[in-house]
């Protein structure tokens, strides 16, 4: 299909039958180079191989060639959609182990934790192809009997989606847009993080090869520029963007001109509040899991803890013999649960927000050697835990995005309340508490677009997932979700 990538290179790199190992070597193309841009192992520093980038002409092409696939993708049968969908799903379970070692290759998140995500998938994905037809059903909604004109509700596609996406989760971000986008009717243009990009060419291979048409899910590869390009599209039906705030704000701005829909999921700086009725081992233990896992490198991670005073040295002790036990080593290694943060300049951020909340004041509890790690070339951040921490620190007002947490002593629900919503984010938050009844009364003062009691780092298919204020704007998943992805048409109708 022309427009879609067919270079001998690539289909090397996405055969099945080549074996990852061997794009460790023999790959060096210069990062220099125009049109190319490399991929990194995160937990080596080592090349992994380069790729080409597309420039705004490409993109150009590949969004005419998504134009004319969806207007016959959106023709055919719902079923036939559905069903391709549902081929996609049993691809990715069925090759799950591969698809895992290349996305621990280029992210650097332990390969269980791969797995689990890639498995995961499929869930979503199934709850999206479910629930298609009841907003896609046309409605007779309006209108009394005896009426001349019938009134009558449609939903259509959006058109041409852009899928621009994170590299954290690539399986997830991605599948919550295209699914919903292919399933409704809709083709995408999907740009997949250039830190995930062999990810994202997999997941483009395993849509076609489950029968989704080459024209309606085109892949583009590239770093900003090429996002940017595809942002600025005029005739795109919406773009979705899942990443960071300064980046969303970019793509808003880039489509106002175009008058073209645009969603954001963006960072957050989720706190996590622990009343003194809790058994507190189990949700030190919980929580840990919530702030640590992916590396904290997940949008719903626990940034912030507020706990109890009351309960206050007996959690921090209990939180530190948790994060103490996590093993850090290469991703690959079993028993791996944190691997090295995916983006190397992030390391000099962990580091700063580190000594900025040192020299406020506040102390370490955890505070992993990081000479063990220095001879290594990856990009290992060994997990810190800080207690005394407070609001003018950077660490509790600005999205950590890593293995570094503050854990801050409050007086009750009401101080507790007040710090959670002093932020500019407002993605998630939880409570852990025996008292549901204090539990929902506290979740329903948040500005929050989820609310937790007694769980966190917590997404659902079945419900929607939006932020509110700067973790952005429009819902993914559940219902909601869903119609995200079709425009109504009002039909009135009379008879001649
Ligand atoms: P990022 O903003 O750096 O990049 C995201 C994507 O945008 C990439 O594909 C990138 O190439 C592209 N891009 C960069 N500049 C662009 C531009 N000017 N125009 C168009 N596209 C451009 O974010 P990231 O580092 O990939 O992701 C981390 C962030 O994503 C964190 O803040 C995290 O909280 C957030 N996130 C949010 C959710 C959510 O559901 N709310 C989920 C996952 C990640």
């Given at each position: 299909?022309?427009?879609?990538?067919?270079?001998?290179?690539?289909?090397?790199?996405?055969?099945?039958?080549?074996?990852?190992?061997?794009l460790y070597v023999g790959r060096h193309m210069?990062s220099?180079?125009?049109?190319?841009?490399d991929v990194l192992n995160?937990?080596t520093g080592k090349l992994i191989t380069s790729?080409?980038?597309?420039?705004?002409?490409?993109?150009?092409?590949?969004?005419?060639?998504?134009?004319?696939?969806?207007?016959?993708?959106?023709?055919?049968?719902?079923?036939?959609?559905?069903?391709?969908?549902?081929?996609?799903?049993?691809?990715?379970?069925?090759?799950?182990?591969?698809?895992?070692?290349?996305?621990?290759?280029?992210?650097?998140?332990?390969?269980?934790?791969?797995?689990?995500?890639?498995?995961?998938?499929?869930?979503?994905?199934?709850?999206?192809?479910?629930?298609?037809?009841?907003?896609?059903?046309?409605?007779?909604?309006?209108?009394?009997?005896?009426?001349?004109?019938?009134?009558?509700?449609?939903?259509?596609?959006?058109?041409?989606?852009?899928?621009?996406?994170?590299?954290?989760?690539?399986?997830?971000?991605?599948?919550?847009?295209?699914?919903?986008?292919?399933?409704?009717?809709?083709?995408?243009?999907?740009?997949?993080?250039?830190?995930?990009?062999?990810?994202?060419?997999?997941?483009?291979?395993?849509?076609?090869?489950?029968?989704?048409?080459?024209?309606?899910?085109?892949?583009?590869?590239?770093?900003?520029?090429?996002?940017?390009?595809?942002?600025?599209?005029?005739?795109?039906?919406?773009?979705?963007?899942?990443?960071?705030?300064?980046?969303?704000?970019?793509?808003?701005?880039?489509?106002?001109?175009?008058?073209?829909?645009?969603?954001?999921?963006?960072?957050?700086?989720?706190?996590?509040?622990?009343?003194?009725?809790?058994?507190?081992?189990?949700?030190?233990?919980?929580?840990?899991?919530?702030?640590?896992?992916?590396?904290?490198?997940?949008?719903?991670?626990?940034?912030?803890?507020?706990?109890?005073?009351?309960?206050?040295?007996?959690?921090?002790?209990?939180?530190?013999?948790?994060?103490?036990?996590?093993?850090?080593?290469?991703?690959?290694?079993?028993?791996?649960?944190?691997?090295?943060?995916?983006?190397?300049?992030?390391?000099?951020?962990?580091?700063?927000?580190?000594?900025?909340?040192?020299?406020?004041?506040?102390?370490?509890?955890?505070?992993?050697?990081?000479?063990?790690?220095?001879?290594?070339?990856?990009?290992?951040?060994?997990?810190?835990?800080?207690?005394?921490?407070?609001?003018?620190?950077?660490?509790?007002?600005?999205?950590?995005?890593?293995?570094?947490?503050?854990?801050?002593?409050?007086?009750?629900?009401?101080?507790?309340?007040?710090?959670?919503?002093?932020?500019?984010?407002?993605?998630?938050?939880?409570?852990?508490?025996?008292?549901?009844?204090?539990?929902?009364?506290?979740?329903?003062?948040?500005?929050?677009?989820?609310?937790?009691?007694?769980?966190?780092?917590?997404?659902?298919?079945?419900?929607?997932?939006?932020?509110?204020?700067?973790?952005?704007?429009?819902?993914?998943?559940?219902?909601?979700?869903?119609?995200?992805?079709?425009?109504?048409?009002?039909?009135?109708?009379?008879?001649?």
């Open positions: 299909m022309a427009g879609t990538f067919r270079s001998p290179a690539l289909l090397a790199i996405l055969s099945k039958t080549f074996p990852l190992e061997r210069s220099t180079a125009a049109g190319v841009f995160p937990a790729l080409p980038e597309d420039s705004q002409d490409q993109v150009a092409q590949k969004f005419a060639q998504a134009q004319a696939g969806q207007r016959e993708w959106k023709k055919g049968p719902l079923q036939e959609r559905q069903e391709a969908l549902r081929t996609f799903n049993k691809l990715l379970l069925s090759r799950t182990d591969s698809l895992a070692a290349t996305l621990t290759s280029e992210m650097g998140k332990p390969l269980s934790q791969a797995r689990n995500e890639i498995r995961a998938t499929p869930l979503r994905i199934q709850y999206l192809i479910d629930n298609a037809p009841q907003v896609l059903e046309r409605q007779d909604v309006f209108g009394s009997a005896g009426a001349k004109v019938r009134e009558c509700l449609t939903y259509e596609p959006l058109g041409v989606v852009a899928n621009i996406s994170a590299w954290n989760y690539p399986y997830f971000t991605s599948a919550n847009v295209f699914a919903a986008a292919l399933v409704t009717g809709n083709s995408v243009l999907y740009k997949p993080s250039e830190h995930t990009t062999l990810t994202g060419l997999a997941i483009g291979e395993l849509l076609h090869e489950a029968g989704v048409p080459e024209d309606a899910f085109v892949t583009v590869t590239g770093r900003g520029s090429t996002g940017a390009a595809v942002a600025s599209l005029p005739g795109l039906g919406g773009v979705f963007f899942t990443g960071s705030n300064p980046t969303g704000a970019k793509i808003a701005a880039a489509a106002a001109p175009n008058m073209v829909k645009v969603q954001l999921e963006l960072g957050g700086k989720d706190p996590v509040y622990v009343r003194p009725d809790v058994d507190v081992r189990k949700a030190a233990e919980a929580i840990a899991d919530g702030a640590f896992y992916n590396n904290g490198q997940s949008c719903c991670s626990v940034e912030r803890i507020y706990v109890h005073a009351s309960i206050h040295d007996e959690f921090v002790d209990a939180f530190a013999a948790t994060v103490e036990a996590f093993k850090m080593d290469d991703p690959t290694a079993d028993g791996t649960y944190l691997g090295p943060v995916t983006r190397q300049p992030h390391v000099a951020f962990l580091k700063a927000q580190v000594e900025d909340a040192l020299t406020k004041g506040a102390t370490p509890v955890v505070l992993g050697s990081h000479t063990d790690f220095t001879s290594r070339r990856g990009y290992f951040f060994p997990p810190v835990v800080l207690k005394n921490v407070d609001h003018t620190m950077s660490l509790m007002r600005e999205e950590t995005f890593g293995p570094v947490i503050g854990i801050q002593s409050v007086s009750g629900d009401d101080e507790a309340v007040s710090l959670m919503n002093d932020t500019k984010y407002g993605l998630t938050a939880g409570v852990y508490t025996k008292d549901g009844d204090a539990a929902e009364r506290i979740l329903a003062e948040l500005n929050v677009g989820s609310g937790y009691w007694n769980c966190c780092d917590r997404v659902s298919p079945r419900l929607p997932w939006s932020g509110r204020k700067s973790s952005g704007v429009g819902s993914t998943l559940g219902l909601d979700g869903l119609r995200s992805f079709v425009r109504p048409k009002a039909l009135h109708l009379q008879a001649a």
